[in-house]
């Protein structure tokens, strides 16, 4: 019989993310690490430091896009 692993991880059901990390930026708009760096130079991409992590908020891969595309968001 195998012991179920426990962790203090618990799913949050129905709490939508206000922060994303790196690499979930990346994958929602398909760009690469080094364009998404140099869009945060030129300020195209707005960041939010935490310590030493960099987050993004949850709405600016739609007004990033929407910056790109000339809409004003």
Known sequence: MQKKKVT???PMAGITKVLLTIPEFL???G???SLFYEEVKAG???????????LIPAT????WVARLSGDTA
């Open 31 to 33: 760009i690469g690490r």
């Open 8 to 10: 203090n991880a618990t």
């Open 44 to 54: 195209r991409i707005k960041i939010i430091k935490v310590g030493a992590r960099t």
């Open 27 to 29: 994958s929602s708009t």
């Open 60 to 63: 600016e891969p739609m007004a």
